[in-house]
């Protein structure tokens, strides 16, 4: 059933129902990734690996950051 349209009891058919706009919320592109907007097909660094936002989806490398040693 279509937002904004109400059964008619008395024909069973459907009727506009304009306390109730159809609304259409807008369409969601990018990602939300730890708290920080991409664009979708934007390429980001999360501290040693390249991550890539597309279809609202985020993937990234696992590559291991390098460590530091201390001289001992």
Do not use: I
């Amino acid at each position: 059933m279509k937002a904004g349209v109400l059964p008619d009891e008395k024909s069973n058919s459907l009727k506009a129902n304009n306390d109730y706009p159809s609304s259409t919320l807008p369409s969601v592109e990018g990602c939300d990734y730890h708290g920080e907007y991409y664009n979708d097909k934007e390429l980001f660094m999360d501290n040693c690996n390249w991550c890539r936002c597309a279809d609202q989806q985020v993937t990234c490398t696992l590559m291991l950051c390098p460590t530091t040693v201390p001289n001992a």
